[in-house]
């Protein structure tokens, strides 16, 4: 009797519990991976790319494009010569300028310079366009906007930090 009812209440419990938890983790690994697309949350460290400089970077949906911050900006003969902040290791960097902007921010509509710069977020390593201003004031250096999340990736306000930088070519820090 007692053998019947473990194989009559029991064993069907655990196969609907096997199945429910093979449920979830699929969920979950669409969660994390929407397609080819990851998500992300409001704040995501990235890695600047080939100096392995890992920035705090703002995830802003409403901004266009990307900033970087840049202190001590000068433009000559086509490069852009800034430093990062000295929170930040404050490397000197000097990029190609491959075009100009006008950018309105809360503060005034400006033209800044734009250069392309490589980063490493979570397992992702992505190449794109960001615009050059002094970020001093605010409190993350970088910020990624549209331009470079309709493309790779889904943002989930209510988190953050989803994924440290974790490209093949970037060591763990």
Known sequence: MEVQLINKYIFPSVGWLFLALFAVCSIGFEMVYAGEKII??????VILLPWRIKLPARIDTGAATSSLDAQELKVEGGFAEFKLSQKFGGRQL?????????????EARERRPIVEIEFCIGPKQVRTRVNLNDRSKVKY??????NILKENFVVDCTQERCFPPSCPEVPSQ
């Open 94 to 106: 000097r990029l190609p300028i491959v075009d100009w902007r006008y950018i309105r921010s809360s």
């Open 40 to 45: 992300v949350g409001e704040v995501e460290d």
């Open 141 to 146: 250096p970088l910020l990624l906007g549209r």
